[in-house]
């Protein structure tokens, strides 16, 4: 896999990325996979731009949501159906039926799970996965522990989880949803191509545990490492944690060339 480390703004080098891959598409519908956070505003701020600038079009573009809160109306302000809403679906020309978020008001959750899985193959599969990566190294809402096979289902969140994300609700971790819908980490790694981003000190541990700590199922970043074509693209301060030889090759590579992203193969 590669870990880029961009001094450039993440959300802008993913959209232009995304733009990229859906130009060079070679098939349709063209399946992306999306997630929410705020390491990924910016990303959705500089895709609604390309839309309303003619350089890119959600017609026909079909989407997946990695993940939603169990228990959240779409309309309630934390939900990701409204994250979505707010931050690209008002604004792209996205078509409603191409659009994927688990419904977390599901009267049953398991059922709802095993459709999400068949309507992805029923599209064709993703070709593009987007992710963002928690504190403690999970993706989308697989937690520690998860199986790197694991598929749609629910997910009990961890205490630090729940801390981490009572930003968004208050600063009460009680009134962050005890459980969660997840896309698996093997629903994940299926796709074509993955691309997850990292900023901020707060994710340099998992960065770090990414590059140098062995592939194991306790750090669900690491499932990364197992996929043909998977890229981590992190800010300065999400790299500040890297040691031993990778920090070599970064501060070689930065010192040569300032101003350029440094690619690494880890
Ligand atoms: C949540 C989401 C994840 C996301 C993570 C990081 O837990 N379920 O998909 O990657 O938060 O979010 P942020 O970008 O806000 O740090």
């Known amino acids: 896999m590669k870990l880029i480390i ?3 703004n993440l959300g802008l080098w993913a959209a232009s990325y995304i733009c990229a891959r859906w130009n060079k598409r070679t098939k349709e519908p063209f399946v992306l996979g999306l997630p929410t956070g705020g390491t990924v505003e910016d990303m959705y701020a500089a895709l609604c731009g390309l839309v309303k600038n003619g350089k890119m079009s959600f017609k026909d573009i079909v989407t997946f949501n990695m993940d939603e809160y169990v228990g959240l109306p779409p309309e309630h302000d934390q939900s990701y159906h409204y994250y979505m809403k707010h931050n690209l679906f008002d604004h792209v020309d996205a078509q409603p039926q191409n659009v994927h978020i688990l419904n977390g008001m599901a009267s049953d959750l398991n059922a709802e799970c095993q459709a999400y899985e068949a309507a992805i193959k029923q599209a064709g599969g993703i070709d593009l996965f987007l992710g963002g990566v ?4 999970h993706l989308a809402f697989n937690e520690p522990g998860s ?3 694991s598929r749609t289902r629910v997910m009990e969140l961890t205490p630090s989880t729940r801390k981490a994300n009572s930003r968004f609700f208050g600063g009460d ?3 962050v949803p005890a459980k969660a819908l997840t896309v698996g980490i093997g629903t994940v790694l299926d796709a074509q191509e993955l691309l997850f981003l990292a900023s901020g000190t707060s994710k340099a541990d998992a960065v770090a545990y990414l590059a140098h700590g062995e592939i194991s199922e306790n750090w669900p970043i690491t499932a990364l490492r197992t996929h043909p074509r998977a890229t981590l693209l992190v800010d300065p301060e999400a790299a500040s944690a890297l040691a031993g030889t990778v920090k070599e090759q970064y501060q070689q590579a930065l010192a040569s060339q300032p101003d350029k992203d440094v ?3 880890l």
């Open 6 to 8: 961009s001094k450039h």
């Open 134 to 137: 928690g504190r403690n190294g």
């Open 263 to 265: 690619i690494l193969t």
């Open 147 to 149: 199986a790197f096979t």
């Open 173 to 175: 971790e009680n009134k």
